[in-house]
């Protein structure tokens, strides 16, 4: 008895270790076929479209594209490209997607039951998500003036470039960044920079001497495309950029209009070879009169952008008036003062001139034949003729 117990107890416990061995088998053969989305040849963030997708299945399937479009994929940010899936084996699955827009995220996730598993005819479980960064966005940068106007009299002109996004190469090795910036019409005397979400550079440029004494000029300054570029391997596009500077005072031409010495009024016109601030006032124009008494300067009016106009009004029959704009009362947009030399000289005169004549020779009676009449006048006189002169007696030729 004790023998068979014995017998009994080891074939069942090798009936146990079967069953045991086979439920495990079972389970084993019955899992699920996994899945998984790669990129291998793209890193995130990525600039390339369309993205070359890899779909790898833990085991062969059936069913997944089966059309040759893999709907199974639920694709966001991005479309399918059609035409570009294909497969290795039933293992190994590939596509190309390509991103929405120029920025974001694609995310690409392969639904439940996506395949059948060939050995055990188990549906696919739902992948893990795979997303990948996209940036199409190239890096841009501007130049800004130290000064909000331009042009500038302020010398060295200082600038700040500043980038739209954090770039690399364009001050590699650090310290260099200065020799991917070109400048024309001047000389850089000094240079600072600082990194962030928006690197910026300073630098100090002295314009070169104007040519033949010219008192405007630019500096010029170039950035080359692909001086700089983003996490997405985006490459700037060329930069360009110029700063007018400027050390001429601005100066108006005076003048009038007066149809001859009697005009009265007598006008005047103030006019700016350039933009001025602020607009002229009666007080900032300065009247010099000579002659008896002085006139009066009124009627003053803006009668354009930078012209002016006004009227002056003499206080006796002969004057003469000195006009010119006060210096320091306007400035161009460079800051540039005017200087005040500019000036007008205008003569009034409605007094008649009077003539003075007599016989050459100054004795009268005389008995020269002819008698020569000589004319003096109190001022200087044109159009004078014989045409003008009246014999009151005798005869003459």
């Given at each position: 008895m004790a023998g068979g117990r014995r017998i009994t107890s080891g074939?069942?416990?090798?009936?146990?270790?079967?069953?045991?061995?086979?439920?495990?088998?079972?389970?084993?053969?019955?899992?699920a076929p996994t899945v998984v989305i790669t990129a291998?040849?793209?890193?995130?963030?990525?600039?390339?479209?369309?993205?070359?997708?890899?779909?790898?299945?833990?085991?062969?399937?059936?069913?997944?594209?089966?059309?040759?479009?893999?709907?199974?994929?639920?694709?966001?940010?991005?479309?399918?490209?059609?035409?570009s899936f294909f497969a290795n084996d039933a293992l190994v699955y590939h596509l190309s997607v390509t991103p929405a827009g120029t920025l974001g995220t694609l995310r690409v996730v392969a639904s439940a039951a996506a395949g059948?598993?060939?050995?055990?005819?188990?549906?696919?479980l739902e992948s893990a998500p795979f997303e990948l960064a996209y940036d199409r966005i190239k890096p841009s940068a501007t130049f800004t003036p130290g000064l909000s106007a331009l042009p500038s009299r302020v010398t060295p002109i200082l600038l700040t470039l500043t980038w739209s996004k954090p770039i690399t190469g364009f001050d590699a090795p650090p310290g260099s960044w200065l020799t991917r910036v070109n400048v024309s019409g001047g000389q850089v005397t000094s240079s600072s920079s600082s990194v962030g979400a928006n690197p910026m550079y300073a630098l100090s440029v002295v314009?070169?001497?104007?040519?033949?004494?010219?008192?405007?000029?630019?500096?010029?300054?170039?950035?080359?495309?692909?001086?700089?570029?983003?996490?997405?391997s985006n490459g700037n596009d060329a930069l360009t950029y110029?700063?007018?500077?400027?050390?001429?005072a601005p100066s108006p031409a005076i003048t009038s209009s007066a149809a001859n010495l009697r005009s009265n009024p007598i006008p005047v016109v103030i006019d700016w070879s350039e933009a001025v601030t602020p607009d002229?006032?009666?007080?900032?124009?300065e009247v010099t009169w000579t002659g008896a008494g002085a006139g009066a300067a009124t009627n003053f009016r803006k009668t354009a952008a930078g012209q002016f106009a006004l009227d002056l009004v003499p206080a006796s029959?002969?004057?003469?008036?000195?006009?010119?704009?006060?210096?320091?009362?306007?400035?161009?947009?460079?800051?540039?003062?005017?200087?005040?030399?500019?000036?007008?000289?205008?003569?009034?005169?409605?007094?008649?001139?009077?003539?003075?004549?007599?016989?050459?020779?100054g004795r009268l009676p005389t008995n020269l034949d002819p008698i020569t009449v000589d004319f003096n006048f109190s001022k200087a006189v044109t159009q004078f003729r014989l045409e003008g002169v009246t014999l009151v007696s005798g005869g003459g030729r």
């Open positions: 074939l069942g416990g090798t009936l146990l270790r079967l069953l045991v061995l086979v439920a495990t088998t079972h389970a084993l053969v019955l899992a291998p040849a793209h890193t995130s963030p990525t600039n390339a479209s369309p993205v070359h997708l890899v779909v790898t299945f833990s085991e062969e399937v059936s069913g997944f594209g089966a059309t040759g479009i893999p709907t199974e994929l639920v694709i966001t940010g991005g479309s399918f490209v059609r035409t059948t598993s060939k050995s055990s005819s188990e549906a696919s314009p070169a001497p104007a040519p033949a004494g010219a008192k405007v000029g630019a500096v010029g300054i170039t950035v080359a495309a692909g001086a700089a570029t983003d996490a997405a110029s700063h007018a500077f400027d050390y001429e002229l006032t009666l007080a900032d124009v029959a002969a004057a003469e008036a000195q006009v010119r704009v006060r210096a320091g009362v306007v400035a161009d947009a460079a800051g540039n003062a005017n200087d005040g030399t500019a000036l007008l000289l205008v003569r009034y005169d409605t007094v008649a001139p009077a003539a003075v004549y007599g016989v050459l020779g």
